[in-house]
């Protein structure tokens, strides 16, 4: 049972927060810069999650667009059909919702099982707590996860044990 994280540009903290959640759980993972890709183990993984940063431009990345339209043949081939996926982002504004709803959509496109984030700040019993001193979804992102570099932020953290509970559940 293998996890795979793809990611694009500088957010390789999100990505270590993700990866300690799935870690958390006795699963292994393997994470993946868009540009160093390993074929072999991208595709005989169990699950993917992707990730990229937002910025100021709707969607995602260039690279991540480039390693996206490199993967026709997983469409085409229905190579990740039932696979697990989720996706993460960085905060943006509503850039971020862009950045996951393109990430969801190339994840339908390969028919794969999309993961949510899997937690509302109310459900960490941070309800009566003022947005800003939460530490789980202060963003109230439902699709995936939105999350900050910051080490109070625990967003990434628990996106990533959820995905691990979910993976668990259903391997």
């Not at 937002?54 to 991540?64: A, I, Y």
């Amino acid at each position: 049972m293998s996890i795979v994280i793809v990611y694009s540009d500088a957010i390789r903290e999100l990505v270590r927060a993700i990866q300690n959640g799935i870690e958390s759980q006795g699963l292994h993972v393997t994470c993946m810069h868009v540009n160093n890709i390993e074929i072999s183990i991208l595709y005989s993984a169990d699950a993917i999650i992707f990730g990229c940063p937002s910025s100021f431009l709707p969607g995602v990345s260039v690279e991540f667009k480039n390693f996206m339209n490199d993967r026709s043949g997983t469409f085409h081939n229905q190579t990740w059909k039932d696979k697990l996926a989720g996706g993460f982002t960085t905060i943006h504004g509503q850039n971020s919702q862009g950045v996951l709803i393109e990430l969801f959509t190339f994840a339908c496109q390969n028919s794969m099982i999309w993961i949510p984030q899997g937690h509302l700040a109310e459900n960490e019993g941070y309800s009566n707590m003022p947005v800003n001193l939460r530490t789980v979804n202060q963003n109230e992102s439902f699709i995936g996860c939105i999350a900050t570099n910051n080490q109070n932020d625990l967003t990434a953290y628990y996106f990533g044990l959820h995905f691990a509970q979910v993976f668990l559940h259903l391997a």
